[in-house]
């Protein structure tokens, strides 16, 4: 299975891997940078699925304003 990344992917894992370094994170919070949740209704759901990507609140009010 030959895996697509990112080009920039590798920024957002040197970022992850400083974060976890972190002294403020606390030891039993170690693992939180590992994971990254996105709570959503199911219909958004779905549209995220179909559009295949996940927007910002400000990018998307943005784009609808030019709709």
Do not use: C
Request: proline content about 4%; charged content about 25%.
């Amino acid at each position: 299975m030959n895996q697509q990344i990112k080009p920039d992917a590798h920024l957002f894992i040197n970022y992850i891997d400083q974060l976890i370094k972190e002294p403020w994170l606390g030891q039993s919070r170690r693992w939180w940078p590992k994971f990254v949740y996105h709570f959503t209704n199911i219909d958004n759901a779905v549209k995220i699925l179909e559009d295949g990507r996940l927007l910002s609140r400000g990018k998307l009010n943005k784009l609808q304003g030019m709709v």
